[in-house]
């Protein structure tokens, strides 16, 4: 390999250390793709049954007032089901993070294999731009905009998770609904 074809005067070392980092992205890539459909399956499968489960409790005739008891029971188990699938949009966010650091890999080992760009501040603050308009929560970009700059990941998490319940909560009084993506 001549000086020419090394815009950053990398060794062959240096080249081949860049080359096993994005075959680790790859992989890495690959793992979390099979994670993705593994819960998307899981997560279809457990929704259509506590929707069949609230179907079959709503189409259930109004007790008379002997069976009073069956109904407080039935709007109960009502309750549960509804709080279990608003419990089951973890799975969904979890897809969705998972999607997001696939691609984010994926562009990342492409700047990292493009040697021409690989030495171009531009080219790694729109990579940073890109991944970061992909956040839709507030407290996911703060956490992203802490790490860039340079506050450690322990610190940025604990912040991330401080502000996480907080801003759910609030989404959750905004929606109302029961929300799968």
């Not at 279990?84 to 997001?100: N, P």
């Not at 990292?112 to 970061?132: F, G, I, S």
């Amino acid at each position: 390999m001549s000086k020419a074809e090394t815009p950053l005067e990398l060794s062959e070392e240096q080249w081949l250390h860049i080359n096993e980092t994005i075959t680790m992205l790859t992989l890495a890539v690959a793992q979390i793709e099979a994670s993705i459909l593994e819960s998307e399956k899981s997560f279809g499968r457990l929704t259509q049954s506590f929707t069949t489960i609230v179907e079959t409790v709503n189409a259930a005739p109004d007790p008379s007032t002997q069976a009073h008891e069956l109904r407080l029971q039935l709007d109960g188990l009502k309750k549960d089901v509804h709080n279990a699938v608003v419990d089951f949009q973890f799975f969904d966010r979890l897809a969705q993070r998972l999607c997001h650091v696939k691609e984010s890999l994926g562009e990342l080992g492409g700047l990292l294999q493009a040697r021409e760009r690989l030495d171009k501040p531009e080219e790694w603050k729109n990579l940073q731009q890109e991944l970061k308009g992909r956040y839709t929560m507030a407290c996911e970009r703060e956490m992203f905009d802490m790490i860039l700059n340079g506050v450690a990941i322990e610190t940025a998490l604990a912040h991330f998770k401080a502000n996480y319940l907080d801003e759910m909560a609030k989404q959750n009084e905004d929606d109302g609904d029961i929300d799968l993506f």
